[in-house]
Nanobody, 122 residues
Framework: QVQLVESGGGLVQAGGSLRLSCAAS????????MGWFRQAPGKGREFVAG????????YYTDSVKGRFTISRDNANNTVYLQMNSLKPEDTAVYYC???????????????WGRGTQVTVSS
């Protein structure tokens, strides 16, 4: 099973940018579709963005389209989430996980890590 460690979160003003990273262990990283998820205070975890195993297709939840970009570097076992034009409603703990693109919003393969906190001030 792939082990995942998220990083890159922080405190940023509205309109600012952050780049999150998710480092994966193991040789099978490139065989998985990957996703970013987030959980805001008092809310359930939601799908944010997904990318297919070779990076040929990406998917986003409507609220982040045009602002967030998911990418991956299979040579370095890392998936990224570039977040621009951040809004206070983007405040959440962000997680990455493995899955299948078609069902990732409902089911993931791996265990959840600690995530990385993103706080956007108004």
């Amino acid at each position: 099973q792939v082990q995942l460690v998220e990083s890159g979160g922080g405190l940023v003003q509205a309109g600012g940018s952050l780049r999150l990273s998710c480092a994966a262990s193991g040789r099978t990283f490139s065989t998985y579709d990957m996703g970013w998820f987030r959980q805001a205070p008092g809310k359930g975890r939601e799908f944010v963005a997904g990318i297919t195993r070779r990076g040929e297709s990406t998917y986003y939840t409507d609220s982040v389209k045009g602002r967030f970009t998911i990418s991956r570097d299979n040579a370095n076992n890392t998936v990224y989430l570039q977040m621009n034009s951040l809004k206070p409603e983007d405040t959440a703990v962000y997680y990455c996980n493995t899955g299948t693109i078609a069902t990732m919003s409902r089911h993931v393969f791996g265990s959840w890590g600690r995530g990385t906190q993103v706080t956007v001030s108004s």
